[in-house]
């Protein structure tokens, strides 16, 4: 049974860092595809990162592109975004999910409906 499991999340002030972790279990030999989603109350789940592991091609939405790295161990078991400069417009639900179709431009271009498998999700709240 696949399971992604997320933790690392909490509160920080604004400027400060996070690191989300998501433990991956239950899927050989690896998923493709992966990424990380965030859902603010009253907004639409949108994509923060993904990243596609032959070769490692990454994508971020602009509103974090040079304040969130997102990353997985060689052995798949774990997927990370590290979280810097965080600003208030960050608190949301953070999630992790994964895709078992290769591709790496589909990956670049996946939305949430495009992903099978979630994680429960991780609360990141950032104050001013």
């Known amino acids: 049974q696949v399971q992604l499991v997320e933790s690392g999340g909490g509160s920080a002030q604004a400027g400060g860092s996070l690191v989300l972790s998501c433990g991956i279990y239950?899927?050989?030999?690896?998923?493709?595809?992966m990424g990380w989603f965030r859902q603010a109350p009253g907004k639409e789940r949108e994509v923060v990162a993904t990243?596609?592991?032959?070769?490692?091609?990454?994508r971020y939405a602009d509103s974090v592109k040079g304040r969130f790295t997102i990353s997985e161990d060689n052995a798949q078991t774990t997927l990370y975004l590290k979280m810097t400069s965080l600003k208030p417009e960050d608190t949301a639900m953070y999630y992790c999910?994964?895709?078992?179709?290769?591709?790496?431009?589909?990956?670049?271009?996946?939305?949430?409906?495009?992903?099978?498998?979630w994680g429960q999700g991780t609360q990141v709240t950032v104050s001013s």
């Open positions: 990243i596609h592991n032959a070769g490692g091609t990454t």
């Open positions: 999910a994964a895709r078992a179709i290769w591709g790496a431009d589909s990956c670049y271009t996946a939305q949430s409906p495009d992903f099978g498998y």
């Open positions: 239950g899927f050989t030999p690896r998923f493709p595809c």
